[in-house]
């Protein structure tokens, strides 16, 4: 049988034993385990409120910042890296979050298995892998049979946003996103950041060098 293509790879990356500490310690606390069943997430958060799922959270400093910022919001955060698992449960007890938890799983198998239609108010995805190398570009996570499963599961008038600092990835987006049915664009092309998706390190730097980030938000109509 022929394995999915994925748009990840799992590395032996570093963990530093405070991660590690902390995947042992605070993932039974604030993780949702992997299962085959639709789970509720108003029962998990213990309350009705907008649903928002993040994809890809890297070492979780925006996704715990958003989450802070918008106390009237839940977040299920959706990441495969043991360290970057690590980084956000730290953070979240740090902060005290009670909108924020955590899948460690493939985002393509939890929307499969895990979450019911029309569940979320919304999505993110924050920087995926650009996987540059033309040869690699099947591997990048916007792909139109990814975006169609997505709309599944988001409430009508729930919104798509993606957003990279790769201008060929940010030119692919666009097109995958214009041509799903269900989705409008919010803007003509790209949509300037809002104020709820916090600058990274990592992006502030890019823009002091005079590179640009593309910001893509879209709403489900149908």
Request: proline residues 6%; aromatic residues 8%; glycine residues 8%.
């Amino acid at each position: 049988m022929r394995q999915p293509v994925r748009s990840f790879v799992l590395r032996q990356g570093r963990i530093s034993n405070a991660q590690r500490r902390a995947c042992e310690m605070l993932l039974p606390k604030y993780g949702i385990p992997f299962k085959s069943g639709l789970i509720d997430l108003n029962h998990i958060f213990d309350r009705s409120a907008p649903k928002i799922l993040e994809i890809g959270f890297g070492m979780g400093e925006s996704t715990a910042t958003i989450a802070q910022s918008h106390p009237g919001n839940d977040y299920l955060a959706v990441e495969v890296h043991t360290p970057g698992v690590g980084s956000l449960l730290h953070q979240i007890e740090t902060l005290e979050l009670t909108n924020l938890r955590i899948i460690q799983h493939d985002v393509i198998e939890v929307l499969q298995h895990m979450l019911g239609n029309g569940c979320l108010d919304g999505v993110h995805i924050f920087f995926p892998d650009p996987w540059p190398k033309a040869k690699h570009h099947k591997r990048r996570l916007i792909q139109p049979a990814f975006v169609a499963n997505l709309c599944k599961h988001l409430k009508q008038g729930g919104t798509l946003h993606a957003a990279t600092d790769w201008e060929d990835y940010a030119e692919q987006m666009l097109q995958v996103l214009r041509n799903e049915q269900q989705l409008a664009n919010t803007a003509t092309d790209y949509s300037p950041r809002p104020d709820y998706r916090p600058l990274t390190k990592f992006e502030q730097r890019g823009l002091r060098l005079g590179h640009s980030v593309w910001d893509l938000i879209f709403r489900k109509i149908n």
